[in-house]
């Protein structure tokens, strides 16, 4: 707009340039000089051509800034209406980002939600139960990992002799987050991954990368085995009692799934017998048991 106005600013100059220029070419011309001599009304008229001139141009000089103002008011109104329409447009582009993202968004697994509530109760101990049966101890939730694979650690106590630790997909358990005695979680595993991890005496996960305190225990012949049933139900549990290759008063006590302790044959025994009781708490009966002999003899009944 201010290109328009100096554009008709500088016409009206020309105009009035070449205005003066041609008055002056009659003026000094000798013929038209002589006959506006022998009439001096000429003069007052050539005298008045300035004022004259002066409000014409004026007035179109007026005529033109008012339609650059004009044009100018026209060019705002065309700005605040395409501002208007770009945020419009803005709004409606995140509208449609935003439904995007919405449909583009992949599911959430049942592994992942079972993940998310086993981070929420890590260092937790959990019930767990597993085939037909429940895990004796209850285990700590140690590690989730980013893979989706939790971890829980039994440590060395006296139910068992040696720590170990457990692995399984998030994916492979099932979770129910009803509390069973002090435990928050019961968990369900369907498949384990990978083998077992014995972890020597360790009491803590902490200390799992410290050498085992003590030999892996070499088995010799089985001396007592006995199995318990509970009526009604195809639930059963198995204690076995071994004893060292060696012939040393030392013997081993495990369940169909894991190992208990390694003691003496009077440690042995109080273990086994210590198990026994639970099992008939739960509601097992003895339905089979037997000896297989051995040098030094086992205190149960």
């Given at each position: ?145 980013g ?33 069973q ?20 005496e360790?009491?803590?996960w ?8 003590r ?49 003496d ?23 089979s ?13």
């Amino acid at each position: 707009m201010r290109d328009w106005r100096w554009f008709c600013m500088r016409r009206a100059a020309v105009i009035a340039v070449f205005a003066d220029l041609a008055l002056v070419a009659i003026v000094l011309y000798s013929s038209i000089k002589d006959f506006l001599w022998t009439h001096p009304w000429w003069h007052s008229f050539l005298v008045a051509i300035p004022t004259i001139a002066l409000p014409i141009l004026a007035f179109f000089e007026l005529r033109h800034s008012s339609e650059a103002n004009t044009l100018r008011s026209e060019a705002n109104e065309l700005r605040r209406e395409n501002a208007r329409l770009i945020a419009e447009l803005d709004t409606e582009r995140n509208m449609h980002l935003e439904q995007i993202a919405r449909n583009t968004q992949r599911a959430v697994t049942q592994s992942e939600r079972n993940a998310g509530v086993l981070r929420k109760h890590l260092r937790e101990h959990v019930a767990v139960s597993e085939g037909d049966g429940t895990w004796g101890n209850t285990p700590e939730i140690v590690e989730v990992g980013g893979d989706d694979i939790v971890t829980l650690f039994t440590p060395r106590t006296h139910m068992s002799s040696r720590a170990s630790c457990v692995r399984v997909r998030c994916g492979e358990l099932e979770i129910t987050e009803i509390p069973q005695g002090g435990c928050p979680l019961r968990v369900r595993i369907l498949k384990r991954y990978g083998p077992d991890v014995d972890l020597g005496e360790i009491t803590r996960w902490e200390d799992r990368f410290q050498p085992a305190a003590r030999p892996v225990f070499a088995k010799g012949g089985r001396v007592y085995h006995a199995t318990y049933a509970k009526p009604g139900s195809s639930e059963t549990r198995r204690l076995n009692v071994y004893a060292a290759s060696d012939g040393a008063n030392s013997f081993l006590l495990e369940t169909a799934t894991e190992q208990i302790c390694v003691g003496d044959n009077v440690e042995v025994s109080k273990r086994f017998m210590v198990l026994q009781v639970e099992y008939e708490a739960a509601g097992f009966v003895r339905n089979s048991s037997g000896t297989g002999g051995g040098t030094h003899r086992v205190f149960i009944h």
